[in-house]
């Protein structure tokens, strides 16, 4: 039974074949564990292609020549491990950072059902930060406010890696919030799925104490 949803988002993004088939499944076995798990709102599995996977996807194309990727908090895998799966051809490798150790054992399910090139961290994010030097991307999706997400990403945004970071209607509220704590480079990108929604991309952070 054809899913309009699912048609019009993979009609929306150039993906392969393969790509195709690892998203059914990764979003058949969301849906499975859904049941038991909560794993996302109950509300958004009607629309799951549209709200969660193409949300995710177009992260691809704002670092286009990235291949180590970092996802905080990372929950369902959105948008992680969503990223591994699509980004897998292009040698993409992406860490999700989730301490939730329940919503880990989907994480790690789902990755070996869809052979996602994902390595799974069930720890808090504090904890793991040090370690992550040298990654390209990091990137949280409806996690913290921005000055947090600042502030746990610093390790990585001061050294050169790229914030991306979907933000919704309070986005300007949110910048605010962050510029009287961080200076910080950063542009808005239009959200393809949501009109008022944008994502905040942060290619430079100066910590506090360097102000």
Aim: with cysteine.
């Amino acid at each position: 039974m054809s899913d309009p949803d699912r048609d019009r988002v993979l009609a929306a993004f150039d993906v392969s074949r393969e790509t195709r088939a690892a998203l059914d499944l990764y979003v058949e076995q969301l849906r499975r564990w859904q049941t038991v798990k909560n794993l996302v709102g109950p509300s958004t599995l009607k629309e799951v292609w549209s709200r969660h996977v193409a949300d995710a996807l177009q992260l691809l194309s704002l670092a286009p020549e990235a291949k180590r990727w970092v996802d905080l908090g990372s929950g369902a895998g959105i948008p992680g491990l969503i990223l591994a799966i699509a980004g897998r051809e292009r040698g993409i490798r992406v860490t999700l950072v989730e301490s939730n150790s329940r919503k880990c054992a989907f994480l790690n399910e789902a990755a070996r059902l869809t052979g996602a090139p994902a390595e799974i961290r069930n720890a808090r994010i504090e904890t793991v930060m040090a370690g992550l030097g040298g990654s390209d991307v990091v990137c949280a999706r409806a996690l913290a406010s921005l000055d947090q997400l600042l502030a746990w990403s610093a390790p990585l945004l001061n050294s050169g890696t790229i914030g991306l970071f979907p933000k919704g209607r309070d986005v300007q509220a949110e910048l605010t919030q962050a510029a009287a704590r961080w200076t910080f480079t950063h542009d808005l990108v239009p959200s393809r799925t949501d009109s008022e929604a944008r994502i905040v991309r942060v290619t430079a952070l100066t910590e506090p104490s360097q102000r």
